[in-house]
């Protein structure tokens, strides 16, 4: 075995509506842990698939998240990391000590504390978005109608976008992540009246300042008005499409083992099991280092697959079954090291709120299509659902 | 046991706080601190639950 070369595998690694989790990952992370995997834009990338090694990658400072270095991996001109000169303040793609500037001038409205007391708030959102499912009648689409409204409703108020502005807001994430009905002329231009509203936004919260994100942060004075944008776009983008995938992907786990339901342990559990994130954490070596025993070069791309990881046999008992009594609690569907996502703590109060909430008032709640139908959705990034056909 | 914490690594992912609430807190930066030493003692496991999920190394449990 040793003197051949490592396994190629093919991009996209998964199709939408294959079994789930992916068996091949299995295959992956047997013999060395690495595969090689070319991109659509010819890139060569490596990908790390054990446990152990994903969580080395992502703390090894010789190993970079910057799209300025040659090498990185970026899926496709359109999904990856932007350089700062494309999105000034998208801090995701810089590495310390440049990155802990915007991560410490943020932490404090992430804090567990500071997401406890927004609570009621949350609880109101997901309270509102399910009055309007009752109301609409005894079947909907769980996607449109619930999983994406909520992190985007909660966002909003986070950031301090006027109430009579959030479903201008919603509406244009909403079509923002629509991949499959909304055209990339459509999405072009809902981005960029997002970006002129958000830039309208700041420059208010500048000369009026009030109780809420956009304010103090700009109080802090570590972030230039410049940056402010990317980093608020960064917060938008990144909490939005991975919570809504999450929720709606849980909701259908959750009708297939319906005696979880209303077990708050359900909500770390859904995060390993579906780790909708799945290519995400993209990085680049900027020195030559050894992953899993293999030589990696300086400037070649690697990819943390992190829904492998979270599959591994290595560091999880039975690893395929949906069990949130598991005792395991280290998975890896945020990430690891200083990028490690920051909205985790709301994600947790949402994702809690909106399955406890859901399913105490629709106790009827069902599938309105065999689970075998449904559309999931995979654009080699995210996985989800394109919709969540329920009736009650 | 005694606990040490790094603050200039702290990043804030408050792992520590949601798996030990007893002994680690997070100040009003975001970064952690050790709010009650003697409670490490009651919940040693926590305590090491929360040093090895916290994402940036931040927190050393010495078992002295
Ligand atoms: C289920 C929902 C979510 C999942 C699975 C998720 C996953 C992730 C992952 C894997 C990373 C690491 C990226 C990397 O390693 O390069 C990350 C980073 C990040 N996430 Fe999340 N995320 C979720 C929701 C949110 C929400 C709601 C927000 C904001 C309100 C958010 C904001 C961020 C930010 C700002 C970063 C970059 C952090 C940094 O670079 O320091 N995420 N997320
Ligand atoms: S888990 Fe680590 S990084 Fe997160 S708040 Fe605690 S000490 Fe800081």
Redesign the interface.
């Known amino acids: 075995m040793t003197s051949t070369g490592p396994r190629v595998v093919d991009f996209p690694l998964r199709r939408p509506g294959e079994a789930f989790p992916p068996p091949h990952y299995q295959d992956y992370r047997g013999e060395r842990g690495l595969v090689v995997c070319h991109l659509p834009n010819g890139n060569r990338v490596w990908l790390v698939t054990r446990h152990e090694d994903v969580r080395a990658v992502l703390t090894d400072r010789r190993i970079s998240s910057n799209p300025d270095h040659p090498g990185f991996p970026n899926i496709s001109q359109t999904m990856g990391v932007p350089r700062q000169e494309q999105i000034p303040g998208w801090f995701v793609g810089l590495d310390s000590p440049e990155h802990d500037r915007f991560r410490k001038a943020l932490i404090p409205e992430f804090t567990v504390r500071r997401v406890r007391e927004l609570r009621p708030a949350v609880e109101q959102t997901v309270d509102r978005c399910i009055d309007g499912l009752l109301a609409a009648g005894t079947e909907a689409d769980l996607v449109a109608d619930f999983a994406l409204p909520v992190p985007s409703l909660v966002i909003s108020a986070l950031l301090g976008v006027p109430p009579a502005d959030r479903d201008f807001f919603e509406s244009r994430t909403r079509t923002l992540v629509a991949i499959r009905s909304s055209t990339d002329q459509q999405r072009d231009t809902a981005s960029r009246e997002l970006l002129r509203y958000i830039n309208r936004l700041v420059a208010i919260k500048q000369k009026w300042p009030g109780d809420d994100l956009i304010s103090r942060l700009l109080a802090t004075g570590a972030i230039d008005p410049r940056e402010m944008s990317g980093v608020l776009m960064l917060l938008l983008i990144a909490g939005h499409e991975t919570t809504a995938n999450n929720i709606a992907l849980g909701v259908v786990t959750l009708l297939a083992h319906p005696e979880w339901i209303g077990d708050p342990r359900v909500v770390e559990e859904t995060l390993r099991f579906h780790s909708v994130a799945d290519l995400v954490s993209l990085r680049v070596a900027v020195e030559d280092v050894e992953i899993a025993g293999q030589q990696v070069r300086a400037g070649e791309g690697i990819v943390a697959l992190v829904a492998a990881a979270n599959h591994d046999e290595r560091a999880f008992a039975c690893p395929h079954a949906f069990d949130p009594a598991r005792t395991e609690r280290h998975h890896v569907a945020f990430g690891y090291g200083v990028h490690q996502c920051l909205g985790q703590n709301l994600v947790r109060v949402e994702m809690e709120i909106a399955y406890r909430r859901l399913f105490e008032r629709i106790p009827g709640l069902r599938l309105a299509v065999p689970a075998e139908e449904l559309p999931y959705k995979y654009d080699g990034v995210l996985c989800g659902l394109h919709a969540l056909p329920v009736r009650w | 046991m005694r606990i040490t914490v790094d603050t200039g690594r702290c990043?804030?992912?408050?792992q520590c706080?949601?798996?030990a609430?007893a002994v680690f807190?997070?100040d009003?930066?975001?970064?952690v601190e050790v709010h009650d030493p003697a409670a490490a003692a009651a919940d040693p496991e926590a305590v090491a639950?929360a040093a090895?999920?916290c994402?940036?190394?931040a927190i050393t449990v010495h078992r002295d």
Do not use: K, R
């Open positions: 990043v804030g992912a408050g706080v949601l798996n609430p807190d997070q009003h930066d975001g970064v639950l090895t999920l994402p940036s190394a």
